[in-house]
């Protein structure tokens, strides 16, 4: 059992004046593994404040300093690669391959960022005009449970290249894996007080650091409906928001694309992060024509997916999060049935053999885009297929969604894919691919899956804001 009764505050690991507690569990098996102590209005109100006080000097740094720092917090990710990786597998169920791609990433935006933090332009000068790029002040992070390091990392590297310093509040389910990546911070040789992490549940520290007027900016992972409360909330002391939200993908296969490739694609792309991430392709959009032959080859193709057996390489889907993910997932797997959805394969209770939180995966075939199953973010392995007769159709089907967050397309004719592409609402487009190898790209939302830009410079823009020197 592992005790998590520390929080950090201006570089210190410190008890926290919060009483609260909550179990961790290890999702594979349901046992309880760990407990976090949680922090309360006090102990946030002391992170702001630590933050607040280092702020003064740090928005004073060089990109020089800067850089050295990013490049240490990237070194100190590798250098406890290992035990980041098991505490990923232990307390969020991630299969192993998964987990390791995940955590060199984590270290990999602290160098993005550093290169993007480089080349940025924090000054320009003008004709009769100076126009600086300051740092906005103190950021507050709330991050989720799917993927604790690189949605820490995320909203950090850029805090520091802009020269900010950051309260984060992780979720509190993912607490063993945040301690880990804590005592990397740590060892980074970072200012003290420019990076805090205080365990808390979003009603209390999240809230707190929603309302606080010290607080410039609020960046959060998580899904819409908190997405909403924050974005709200954080209006009253006109706080600027980043909110990286849910979505529903759409996965567009084309009437010409190579079924052999592009149905193992799907599924790869729908289940990714055992169906537990935000950008999964969830809506799988096919011609009718070709339904029977697709749904053959779904068939065929869940037969390599690996349930299950965590520490093989092979393995692809791990158990959900918690208890309730689990629920929650059992409930729209009934709903797609309740509504006349087909089950192609999966279905209701656990996989064969597994215990704990896992679900099975589940396709479901006959799906209109009107069930809820098709329009609801479910953030599980649950997917649908669903038929289209022209392009067009497919396209308006792909757009018929409150999200935009991220579509798919399959096509022999990657021209043509990229017109289509061009039509879909979305902040990113992959086309015969589940992976943008582009580094310098921006992630984020079109419509209700968020607001602003992460990544590279666009994730140091969201931290800065222009002033006007003028004689
Ligand atoms: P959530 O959106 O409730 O929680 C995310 C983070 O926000 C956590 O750190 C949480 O403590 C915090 N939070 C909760 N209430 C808050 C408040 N009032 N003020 C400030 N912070 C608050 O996500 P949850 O409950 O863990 O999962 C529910 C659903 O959200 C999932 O089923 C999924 O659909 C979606 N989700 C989407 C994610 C994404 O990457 N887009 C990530 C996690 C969840
Ligand atoms: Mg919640």
Same mark, same amino acid.
């Given at each position: 059992?592992?005790?998590?009764?520390?929080?950090?505050?201006?570089?210190?690991?410190?008890?926290?004046?919060?009483?609260?507690?909550?179990?961790?569990?290890?999702?594979?098996?349901?046992?309880?593994?760990? !407990?976090?102590?949680?922090?309360?209005?006090?102990?946030?109100?002391?992170?702001?404040?630590?933050?607040?006080?280092?702020?003064?000097?740090?928005?004073?740094?060089?990109?020089?300093?800067?850089?050295?720092?990013?490049? +240490?917090?990237?070194?100190?990710?590798?250098?406890?690669?290992?035990?980041?990786?098991?505490?990923?597998?232990?307390?969020?169920?991630?299969?192993?391959? =998964?987990?390791?791609? +995940?955590?060199?990433?984590?270290?990999? /935006?602290?160098?993005?960022?550093?290169?993007?933090?480089?080349?940025?332009?924090?000054?320009?000068?003008?004709?009769?005009?100076?126009?600086?790029?300051? &740092?906005?002040?103190?950021?507050?992070?709330?991050?989720?449970?799917?993927?604790?390091?690189?949605?820490?990392?995320?909203?950090?590297?850029?805090?520091? =290249?802009?020269?900010?310093?950051?309260?984060?509040?992780?979720?509190?389910?993912? =607490?063993?894996?945040?301690?880990?990546?804590?005592?990397?911070?740590?060892?980074? $040789?970072?200012?003290?007080?420019?990076?805090? !992490?205080?365990?808390?549940?979003?009603?209390?520290?999240?809230?707190?650091?929603?309302?606080?007027?010290?607080?410039?900016?609020?960046?959060?992972? $998580?899904?819409?409906?908190?997405? +909403?409360?924050?974005?709200?909330?954080?209006?009253?002391?006109?706080?600027?928001?980043?909110?990286?939200?849910?979505?529903?993908?759409?996965?567009?296969?084309?009437?010409?694309?190579?079924?052999?490739?592009? /149905?193992?694609?799907?599924?790869?792309?729908?289940?990714?992060?055992?169906?537990?991430?935000?950008?999964?392709?969830?809506?799988?959009?096919?011609?009718?024509?070709?339904?029977?032959?697709?749904?053959?080859?779904?068939?065929?193709?869940?037969?390599?997916?690996?349930?299950?057996?965590?520490?093989?390489?092979?393995?692809?889907?791990?158990?959900?999060?918690?208890?309730?993910?689990?629920?929650?997932?059992?409930?729209?797997?009934?709903? $797609?049935?309740?509504?006349?959805?087909?089950?192609?394969?999966?279905? &209701?209770?656990?996989?064969?053999?597994? $215990?704990?939180?896992?679900?099975?995966?589940?396709?479901?075939?006959?799906?209109?885009?009107?069930?809820?199953?098709?329009?609801?973010?479910?953030?599980?392995?649950?997917?649908?297929? /669903?038929?289209?007769?022209?392009?067009?159709?497919?396209?308006?089907?792909?757009?018929?969604? /409150?999200?935009?967050?991220?579509?798919?397309?399959?096509?022999?004719?990657?021209?043509?894919?990229?017109?289509?592409? +061009?039509? !879909?609402?979305?902040?990113?487009?992959?086309?015969?691919?589940?992976?943008?190898?582009?580094?310098?790209?921006?992630?984020?939302?079109?419509?209700?899956?968020?607001?602003?830009?992460?990544?590279?410079? @666009?994730?140091?823009?969201? @931290?800065?804001?222009?002033?006007?020197?003028?004689?």
């Amino acid at each position: 059992m592992k005790i998590i009764d520390k929080i950090y505050v201006d570089g210190r690991f410190t008890a926290p004046h919060g009483t609260a507690t909550q179990d961790l569990y290890n999702p594979s098996t349901g046992e309880k593994i760990g !407990i976090v102590h949680l922090g309360d209005q006090i102990d946030t109100d002391q992170a702001i404040e630590a933050a607040k006080k280092a702020f003064v000097t740090f928005s004073k740094s060089t990109v020089k300093e800067r850089g050295e720092i990013l490049q +240490r917090l990237h070194d100190a990710i590798l250098a406890n690669e290992e035990e980041l990786n098991k505490a990923a597998v232990e307390e969020y169920g991630s299969p192993i391959s =998964a987990t390791k791609g +995940r955590t060199r990433y984590a270290a990999q /935006i602290f160098r993005d960022t550093k290169a993007a933090m480089e080349s940025f332009e924090f000054e320009k000068q003008l004709e009769y005009a100076t126009i600086v790029n300051e &740092p906005l002040g103190i950021i507050a992070a709330i991050t989720p449970w799917n993927a604790d390091y690189t949605h820490i990392c995320g909203k950090l590297a850029p805090a520091i =290249a802009a020269g900010c310093t950051i309260v984060i509040k992780p979720s509190e389910l993912s =607490a063993l894996q945040t301690q880990i990546l804590t005592e990397c911070f740590d060892q980074a $040789g970072v200012p003290k007080g420019v990076i805090n !992490i205080v365990n808390g549940t979003g009603p209390v520290v999240g809230t707190v650091l929603t309302a606080h007027p010290d607080i410039a900016v609020v960046t959060f992972t $998580g899904s819409t409906q908190i997405g +909403r409360v924050i974005g709200s909330k954080a209006a009253e002391t006109m706080k600027r928001v980043t909110l990286e939200l849910g979505g529903k993908s759409p996965n567009i296969i084309l009437e010409d694309a190579d079924l052999q490739k592009a /149905i193992p694609l799907a599924l790869a792309i729908g289940f990714s992060n055992s169906g537990q991430a935000c950008h999964a392709g969830t809506r799988i959009l096919v011609p009718e024509s070709k339904l029977e032959e697709i749904k053959s080859l779904i068939i065929e193709n869940m037969k390599n997916i690996r349930i299950g057996d965590l520490w093989n390489s092979e393995s692809y889907i791990g158990p959900m999060v918690s208890q309730k993910q689990y629920d929650t997932v059992q409930r729209y797997i009934q709903s $797609g049935w309740d509504q006349g959805a087909e089950i192609l394969v999966g279905g &209701p209770g656990h996989p064969e053999g597994l $215990g704990g939180f896992y679900a099975k995966p589940t396709v479901f075939v006959n799906v209109t885009p009107e069930m809820i199953i098709a329009k609801e973010e479910i953030f599980g392995p649950v997917l649908c297929v /669903i038929t289209y007769k022209t392009e067009e159709e497919a396209i308006t089907i792909a757009n018929d969604t /409150i999200y935009g967050l991220s579509a798919y397309i399959s096509s022999g004719d990657t021209e043509k894919a990229k017109q289509i592409a +061009r039509q !879909i609402i979305s902040g990113r487009v992959l086309i015969n691919t589940a992976v943008n190898r582009e580094s310098q790209s921006p992630f984020g939302g079109f419509k209700q899956s968020g607001i602003g830009r992460t990544s590279w410079a @666009y994730g140091i823009d969201e @931290y800065v804001e222009p002033k006007v020197i003028a004689v």
